[in-house]
């Protein structure tokens, strides 16, 4: 009785594995998506703030973007792991390359090489 138990464990957790898999293949990421379909446009940085949480040793900020996207011009929040070396790339004043949701022109994300 035991093993049939055991049997069915490991049906569940291999089930759960391939679920897994075949999720992040089919697009699971929404920002990769965006960066593959979304919008091209810019966004000069207005605003960096620390927001205090970190990724694999890379700080995650927070930038408030005056963005412009197909001649319309609007600002933006964007909450983004940036790497140490590229901080500099986000300062006051610097443009950015970005992609834009064409349904919610709040969904960006960066489109620099540094960001993916």
Do not use: C
């Amino acid at each position: 009785m035991a093993s049939s138990n055991n049997w069915l464990l490991v049906g569940v957790v291999i089930a759960l594995l391939v679920g897994a898999i075949v999720f992040g293949q089919l697009g699971g990421d929404g920002d990769s998506r965006l960066r593959r379909d979304g919008v091209a446009a810019s966004g000069r940085v207005v605003e960096a703030r620390q927001t205090g949480s970190w990724v694999n040793n890379n700080p995650v900020v927070e930038l408030s973007l005056d963005v412009d996207s197909g001649g319309k011009r609007y600002r933006a929040a964007l909450s983004t792991m940036v790497p140490q070396v590229n901080l500099a790339a986000v300062q006051p004043g610097a443009t950015l390359r970005l992609r834009v949701d064409p349904k919610d022109p709040q969904h960006l994300v960066l489109d620099e090489p540094w960001a993916r």
